[in-house]
Each structure stands twice: as C-alpha cells, then as structure tokens.
C-alpha cells in the first residue's frame, strides 16, 4: 500500500466564485443520458436529493422517452428541485448544444453509452462509448469546468483515464473525472451480508482496483462484518463480486445491463460529492487518477471535499489472498489504462 494522494484543498477551482462553498440545498445536478435505462431511475434518485436545486435530464432524441418527459414527470415529485429536459439530435454534438444544460453545474452524473449483451466484454464497448464519453466531456470542459464529472461508462477502467488525460491536455484539473465503482461496494455489502446474515447498511467493505473483472477486487479483511467471513469461503464471494455485472447482463438476455442498482449505487456517490461539497467531507471508493501504486489509475477510497476529490486515501493493509490477488489485478488494469492513454493521445 502507498501513501494517500494529497490533492491539496486549495488546488483546483472553486465553485462559482473562488472559495465560495455552496450551502446545502443550492446544487445544480446533471444527468448526460437521464432518459435511458440507468439515467431515468439515476434522475429519480437525485431529484429526491434535498441538496439538489436544479437536476437538468440530458438525452439524445432516440432515447427511451423524450428527456422532457422525463423532467415532465419528475417534476411533479413534491421536492424542491426543478426539473429540466434537455434534448439533442444524433449526430450533433454536446459542445453545440448544452451550454444552458451544463453551465453552473456542480455534479455532471455520465451513465451513458452502450451497454454489454451476453458475451461481451466491457472491453468491447470501448470505441463507441469513448466517443460518446468525449463529446460530454468536451462540453463539461468548455461549460461547467469546476463540476466534478461521475462516469458510468463502460469499460470504466479504460474511459476514465482517456476523458481525464483530455482534461489534463486542456489544463484543467484530472481528479474531476470520477470514474463511478460505488456499485462493486454495494455488491460486496450485499453479498457479505447474505453469509453473514447481517444487514448490509451496517457493511462497508472498500472495493479497490477497478471495474471489470479481475481488476475488481473487494477486500473483505477491512470491514469488521466481512472480516468475519470464514477464510474458505472467500475465493467464490471475490468472484461473486467480480461477476455480478454478467450476471445481470445475462439474466437481462440481451436486453441490457444493471439499471437499478447501477442508479442507486451512483445516486449514492452523488450524494456523497454534494455532501462534500458543501463541506462535509464524505469518503467513497472510486476509480480516479492516483498515485497510491505504481499505476497512474486505481479505485481505492477517495475522500470528497470542498472542490470534488480532496483526498485519494491510500489502500491500507491487505491480507496474504489480497496481497496475491492485487498482482492479478495489477497485471490486467495496465493494459486497460493504457488503452484508455492511447485514445487521448490520438
Ligand atoms: C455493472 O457492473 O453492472 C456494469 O458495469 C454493467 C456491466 O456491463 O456489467
């Protein structure tokens, strides 16, 4: 394990004017692909967020329902946020288009893309989701460049470092791009909780590495529930764990990916980035831009704060089937950062 990764709190920019904290309640909230499979229940989530002010729904014209109707419909939830629908043709590109959607925003959520169908690899939807991924990005760069930018796009592992390093290139600060792996968390809670026949609320078990595969490593040593866990039964909970999305893609038969647990678990690291935001530092277990090991991306606990990540915490002790299996995914994460590295630099 290294040593945590100091942004300092003083680095980056502030929101709205320099310095400034935003009080609670005040937030402005986008969803890029809020009229699809995880965008509609993801708005849902973050409409209901008493911090959220204004939540904009940004979809293309071939979603599932016209983002109107979606804010439409969200906008009769007796919340104070005021919902809105933006929507853009295909072919045409955010940058164009989103300059009133994105600009003020502080949290842009991105569960856009293309999902896996049985078969697949999150790996094989790289192309055609870096270049949704990029579009929204560029736009976030261009209108909202303070906003902390929550990637649900798969493969994670590889689109995160190439929209950070296109953040990097234009100056602007890489740790906003939070790459979203609050999902392998509520897995592992949930899973530990069935064996242990506890209630998962109570079980905090921090997934580090990545989001696909071998490269999700949860480490059960570190929660005092998941610690209890009898040693035997570790190797098939890991890849429980490990396999949880293709399960789900399996049991959708084609039909999809997680959509509801997908929203929860990135409702969830929203709330957390806002609750930082206003000051209450939150920590949560994301997929970011680090130096905690020897590779330039990792998801390990991150702390928010004031200005989005303030901290990247470093991964604490592992036991001797951690510490192996931190090889395994070591080995597979590189070649996936640099897949990611390379379409930057095209
Ligand atoms: C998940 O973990 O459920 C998502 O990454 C979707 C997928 O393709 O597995």
């Known amino acids: 394990a290294g040593e945590g990764q100091g942004q300092s709190e003083g680095q980056g920019q502030g929101q709205g004017c320099e310095g400034e904290v935003k009080s609670a309640g005040n937030f402005k909230v986008c969803v890029c692909g809020g009229a699809g499979g995880i965008g509609q229940p993801l708005s849902m989530l ?28 969200l906008g009769h939830l007796e919340r ?29 959520l991105v569960p856009a893309g293309m999902p896996r169908k049985p078969g697949m690899t999150r790996d094989d939807l790289f192309k055609v989701n870096a270049d949704i991924a990029k579009g929204i990005v560029e736009a976030c760069a261009k209108f909202c460049p303070d906003a902390v930018l929550g990637l649900v796009v798969n493969p994670v592992n590889s689109i995160v470092p190439a929209m950070a390093e296109l953040y990097k290139k234009k100056g602007l600060d890489p740790l906003k791009i939070v790459g979203v792996t609050t999902l392998d968390v509520v897995r592992a809670n949930k899973f530990c909780g069935e064996i242990m026949n506890k209630n998962p609320n109570y079980i905090n078990v921090p997934v580090v590495g990545g989001h696909a595969g071998t490269t999700i490593l949860p480490l059960f040593s570190q929660d005092k529930v998941a610690k209890l866990i009898p040693e035997d039964k570790i190797p098939d909970l890991d890849k429980h764990v490990q396999d949880a999305g293709t399960d789900v893609v399996n049991a959708k038969s084609g039909k999809g990916s997680a959509t509801l647990s997908m929203a929860y678990a990135g409702a969830r690291l929203g709330r957390s980035v806002l609750a930082g935001l206003m000051g209450k530092k939150r920590t949560e277990c994301a997929y970011v831009k680090s130096d905690i090991t020897d590779l330039p991306y990792f998801a390990s606990k991150v702390q928010f704060g004031e200005k989005g990540v303030s901290k990247v915490l470093p991964i604490g002790e592992l036991n001797e089937y951690e510490t192996k299996r931190m090889e395994e995914v070591k080995a597979q994460l590189k070649g996936e950062i640099e897949t990611g590295l390379k379409y930057a630099e095209d």
């Open 46 to 73: 973050m409409a209901l967020d008493p911090n959220v002010k204004e939540l904009c729904v940004f979809d293309l014209s071939v979603a599932m329902v016209p983002p109107a109707g979606v804010a439409a419909d």
């Open 80 to 108: 104070k946020s005021e919902v809105k629908g933006y929507v853009m043709e295909v072919g045409q590109k955010p940058i164009d288009n989103l300059k009133e959607c994105l600009t003020g925003c502080d949290l842009v």
